[in-house]
């Protein structure tokens, strides 16, 4: 822990996992507790000693939000405030709301403008064609399709498919029962029938229907990189995916991850970010294709993704970055993860047992290594706290039930 005496607030706007891993990445650089401010408390931010909750009903309304973010800074008028979206639309308010907020706040973020070309899937496989970053086949949808229309023959690539909206941020505002992240469809009409109800849910943006690239979460891979106040990267860290969760919204979040080491790949992503005049954290999703060898992005998120542990815990700190370029304004090179590091949100029982046998030998082996890291247990904020120490028992009992629910052994 650096001590410099900073009087700096650390803003986030959400109470989530990315939160905590967010807040604790402050708090071990700096000893810097957080303020999270959210619709409402969740365990995973309640019982601690690193973040202060502030409850605000309606958060997503922009009067609401402008309000809540008003008020935070007239009540801290002496502190350093640096504003953190947990979330998707979180992010996207700060980025609307960038200009009126940077008198008293940090916003390290994009432009508006950018932000629409990048969060739009469809925009974005169209960028990621430009600097040769490769992405699964897709078809883009503008509205409801019949299934003779959507036949293997149309589309370009057999069942099954991946069924997804183009905007995420929309399609979350349109809640419907059975909602999920993505979807599969194993034929035209049940592709017809999933589109035709993401559409009439009130959802209007496109949607993405794309070649389904097989294999197990160890399939996926995760790239965090963050672009300085001048444009350019400073850092990227790449993480091979062990498994993900699988209850139904929290599909395709990572519960675990071991850095990875791929600068070719890193490269082609650098220069992309550097060449478009992106800002602060961006978060890829890629996924190896066994048929052919090669690694494709799925999507960009605009912030620091929910398993953001998984960097600070390789040894990069995602709070000296932001401190470092925007408080203290010194000179950042360029850093990339080279050495691994397992990660875990899960218990590492639930890793060993369902994820693929490939990749728990190296889990195993990392953790005997004692190159292994927990984003909930924080000995920091599990000491002396009982009510914590109860919380976190609990959490983790209860993935065994959800996984041994939804996630099938993966042998492959």
């Known amino acids: 822990m650096e001590n410099l005496n900073l009087n700096v607030i650390p803003v986030l706007v959400g109470a989530d996992q990315n939160c905590y891993n967010v807040a604790r990445a402050f708090h071990e650089a700096y000893g810097l ?9 969740i365990g995973i931010t309640q019982h601690t000693s690193i973040v202060k909750f502030h409850a605000v009903e309606n958060l997503g309304s922009d ?7 008003s008020d935070f800074a007239a009540n801290h008028p002496d502190a350093t405030l640096i ?16 200009a009126e907020l940077e008198d008293r706040y940090i916003v390290p973020y994009i432009n508006e403008e950018l932000m629409q070309k990048l969060v739009d899937k469809a925009d974005f496989y169209t960028m990621c064609d430009k600097y040769g ?20 023959a149309a589309l370009g690539f057999s069942y099954p498919i991946i069924v997804k909206p183009s905007s995420s941020i929309d399609y979350w505002h349109h809640p419907f029962d059975g909602m999920k992240k993505v979807y599969t469809a194993n034929s035209p009409e049940e592709t017809e029938k999933i589109v035709a109800e993401i559409y009439n849910s009130g959802y209007t943006q496109r949607m993405i229907l794309q070649d389904r690239i097989e294999g197990t979460d160890a399939n996926m891979r995760v790239l965090t990189a963050y672009v300085g106040k001048d444009g350019k990267v400073k850092m990227m860290c790449l993480g091979h995916v062990l498994l993900e ?14 850095t990875e080491y791929n600068p070719e790949l890193t490269a082609k992503f650098r220069a992309m970010l550097e060449d478009i005049g992106y ?3 961006a978060n890829f999703d890629i996924k190896y294709d066994d048929r052919d060898g090669t690694l494709n992005a799925f999507e960009i998120n605009l912030r620091q993704g929910r398993s953001n542990y998984y960097v600070t815990s390789s040894g990069l700190n995602i709070a000296k970055y932001l401190v470092e370029d925007y408080v203290l304004c010194r000179d950042l090179g360029y850093t ?5 590091h397992f990660w ?3 218990p590492r029982g639930v890793v060993y047992r369902y994820a693929s046998k490939k990749v728990v030998p190296e889990a195993k082996k990392l953790a005997r290594q004692k190159q292994v890291s927990s984003s909930m247990w924080y000995a920091y904020d599990v000491l002396r706290n009982p009510m914590r120490l109860f919380y976190l028992i609990e959490h983790g009992r209860r993935f065994y039930k959800k996984y041994k629910t939804y996630c099938p052994k993966q042998d492959g």
């Open 33 to 41: 507790v957080s303020h999270a401010i959210g619709r409402y408390a």
């Open 63 to 69: 009067d609401t939000f402008m309000m809540a973010m």
């Open 83 to 98: 504003a953190i979206g947990c979330t998707d639309e979180y992010a996207a308010l700060l980025i609307r709301h960038r």
């Open 133 to 152: 970053i490769r992405h699964p086949k897709t078809v883009v949808l503008s509205a409801p399709a019949k299934a003779e229309d959507l036949t293997a």
């Open 245 to 258: 969760e699988h209850t139904p919204k929290g599909l395709g979040n990572h519960a675990a991850i071991i």
């Open 279 to 281: 800002r602060g954290f």
């Open 336 to 340: 990339e993860a080279s050495e691994p």
């Open 344 to 346: 875990h949100y899960v």
